[in-house]
């Protein structure tokens, strides 16, 4: 970016005033930090010193005329002494701190990012090398306290906020500039309506503008005043139709067109004859060009001329427009066009003819298609509006969207120009393409971690409609999207009895801005089966409407791992059943002893008042001779699990011999868990 262009000068007064505002912000920071306890451990011999120079920095660089600065070569050199002077302060400030931690690093990040924001990419690279080499010498020398890996990862980072300030940097500038340029061409072509309008009225030429709907003027220039013999108040209190009416052709003063007579009355009641050039001016207004040729005819001079190039050109809003002269025997001639031509096309216009101009740029897919569009309009006066590709001389394509409008000799109807505008739509050509791949690769990640995936527009009527959803989706429930929208959207193929909770769960999605959900719901396929299917949803907000505007997505079949989760369920309710109604004792510890579980005749068994105790008494006290137990484990280790006549101990103290069998169960992690009966 060219930051010496006067058009830059106020973004870089306020990046001034912001520069000088952080550093006091980051001053007053550093002194509450040093004062306050558990703060910087720098000497106060030192801190101060170089407090007071940085903030005397500050206030040095508040005062200076940098508006008077930045219009000489001295404006660069200051910022980057300011930015120099910060890296040195900064690393003096770090080297006398003991133990260096990530907060007085930001500091750099700061000078980094304000450099890079002011300064020109020349004096960034060099501001940065000095950044690096300093934090590289404190680490070096040991000043700092962080690892080779934190200093590699530091100084990464650093620059990847080196590169993003730098480049949105160079993008606010050349909106700036674009911004200016766009101000300064506008009020040219005010200066130049203004003058033009003036010029009408100097060489007698009648302006009005008048409102179609009241048909009434509301302005008129002197000319026409006197053409017509009624002061200027007078006029803009009258209808045109009191003035002018229809000449020998049924159009009037509201017709927009090409020159023609209107024939009306002047105040004395003699016959006025005005030759008449209309255009509309939006909706409801119209701009008239009047001549009195009551006397005689005049020729339409050069000012008249002027005026409709002028009147042609402001209607088509481009990056460049041209002018093209076409000669008695169909030779087109380029004249002139708009500095952005050279920018666009990659050559001068004077630097080839047109026909060079149609072989040599214009893609050969394309170039049929432009002969004729710019023929037609030779021709037959057809306006051109074409787009097609432009080949630059360095091997760049460019899309192009080509306008021109034919411009004819009054005098003998043939087309001697062409005016036209060139837009270059490269820019949204690419952006198109960069999405359709994005949305391809997304559809295609999306297949492959679900079943399937969709996008679905939210419209504003309430209703949805797909976008697009992946082949998954006919897989799962049988129908194409067209017969999924034919029998009423997505919301049709659910189960019934989870239609409601789907609804409420889709209403929710949409009432805040960019939410998710994960749900389950059941859908009826179209072979009659019913599937459970998992839905992760995410919206996307339209912050102009305000509300969502489409929900991307993914869907899981997960029917198989239902039937095998009720599967489950029915099998551990069976086990429970005859856990429970087994006539002899049976209990489940762990190898540890931890009691797990026990069914009813066990518990009457030992004489226990609830399962609960049973489970919380430690299973030596169960045995007479509490040897017992680890005798059948060494057992049980050798493959032996009984049965084995053991004496036990129930809840009062009384004992019972017992025949125990012991089985070895195993929990997820292969652990054994243990059981007995």
């Not at 404006?75 to 300011?82: I, P």
């Not at 072979?527 to 995410?538: L, M, P, Q, V």
């Not at 489940?588 to 609830?610: H, I, Q």
């Not at 430690?618 to 060494?634: F, K, S």
Request: net charge negative; charged share 25%.
């Amino acid at each position: 970016m060219d930051l010496t262009d006067p058009a830059l000068i106020p973004y870089r007064l306020r990046t001034i005033r912001v520069g000088v505002q952080v550093t006091w912000l980051a001053l007053a920071a550093l002194l509450a930090s040093h004062l306050m306890p558990g703060g910087t451990e720098i000497p106060t011999h030192i801190f101060f010193p170089l407090w007071f120079v940085a903030g005397a920095g500050a206030f040095v660089a508040a005062l200076l005329p940098w508006d008077g600065i930045f219009r000489t070569s001295w404006g660069n050199r200051a910022l980057f002494l300011w930015s120099l002077v910060d890296i040195v302060l900064i690393t003096t400030l770090i080297a006398w701190v003991p133990r260096e931690g990530p907060s007085l690093f930001l500091l750099y990040v700061l000078t980094t990012l304000f450099f890079g924001v002011a300064s020109p990419l020349r004096d960034q690279l060099v501001l940065f090398a000095a950044t690096a080499i300093s934090y590289a010498s404190l680490f070096a020398a040991g000043e700092t306290s962080v690892s080779a890996a934190d200093f590699v990862l530091r100084l990464g980072l650093l620059a990847s906020v080196a590169m993003i300030a730098s480049f949105v940097s160079r993008e606010l500038a050349a909106g700036f500039t674009a911004l200016a340029r766009s101000r300064d061409e506008v009020e040219l072509d005010k200066n130049l309506y203004q003058a033009l309008l003036q010029a009408q009225s100097d060489v007698g030429q009648g302006v009005a503008v008048v409102d179609v709907v009241k048909e009434r003027f509301v302005y008129v220039n002197e000319a026409l005043c006197g053409m017509c013999g009624y002061s200027h108040s007078e006029l803009l209190k009258m209808s045109y139709r009191d003035v002018v009416g229809s000449g020998s052709s049924d159009e009037g003063l509201l017709d927009p067109g090409d020159a023609r007579d209107l024939v009306g009355l002047r105040r004395d009641g003699t016959r006025l004859v005005l030759e008449a050039v209309t255009k509309p001016i939006g909706d409801d207004r119209m701009i008239a060009l009047l001549r009195d040729v009551t006397e005689e005819r005049v020729a339409v001079g050069k000012l008249a001329e002027q005026q409709e190039i002028f009147r042609a050109v402001s209607e088509l809003a481009s990056d460049f427009v041209y002018s093209l002269r076409v000669e008695e025997d169909g030779t087109v001639v380029p004249e002139w066009a708009t500095e952005a031509y050279a920018r666009v096309t990659g050559t001068k216009i004077e630097d080839m003819a047109f026909d060079e101009w149609t072989t040599d740029l214009v893609h050969p897919d394309d170039a049929l298609s432009v002969f004729q569009a710019f023929a037609e309009c030779i021709t037959q006066g057809r306006k051109i509006d074409l787009a097609f590709r432009l080949i630059q001389p360095g091997g760049d394509i460019r899309h192009l969207q080509i306008y021109g409008r034919a411009f004819r000799d009054q005098g003998t109807g043939r087309v001697i120009r062409i005016y036209g505008a060139v837009q270059d739509n490269t820019d949204q050509k690419v952006a198109f393409e960069a999405t359709r791949q994005h949305n391809e690769l997304l559809k295609a990640i999306s297949e492959l971690t679900s079943d399937y995936a969709f996008s679905l527009k939210l419209n504003d009527d309430g209703g949805s409609e797909w976008e697009w959803v992946t082949d998954g989706f006919q897989r799962v429930t049988g129908y194409t999207p067209e017969e999924s929208t034919a029998r009423g959207g997505w919301m049709a193929l659910l189960h019934p009895q989870d239609l409601i909770k789907s609804q409420q769960v889709f209403a929710g999605l949409l009432a805040k801005p960019n939410s998710s959900t994960v749900s389950e719901a059941r859908i009826q396929t179209k072979w009659g089966e019913i599937k459970h299917i998992r839905s992760y949803a995410r919206t996307v907000w339209d912050p102009v409407a305000g509300r969502a505007a489409r929900i991307f997505g993914a869907v899981e079949d997960i029917t198989e791992r239902k039937l095998t989760e009720q599967a489950l369920r029915a099998s551990e309710e069976r086990y429970r059943t005859l856990f429970e109604r087994m006539p002899i004792g049976l209990f489940l510890r762990t190898p540890e002893g931890a009691g797990v579980d026990a069914n009813p005749a066990c518990v009457a068994m030992f004489g226990y008042p609830d399962k609960e105790t049973f489970l919380a008494t430690p299973a030596w006290r169960l045995y007479v001779t509490p040897e017992d137990r680890a005798r059948w484990m060494e057992a049980a280790q050798r493959g032996e699990f009984g049965p084995f006549d053991l004496e036990f101990r129930r809840f009062d103290g009384s004992t019972f011999w017992g025949s125990y069998t012991v089985r070895a169960v195993r929990d997820d992690d292969a652990r054994q868990a243990g059981g007995t009966r």
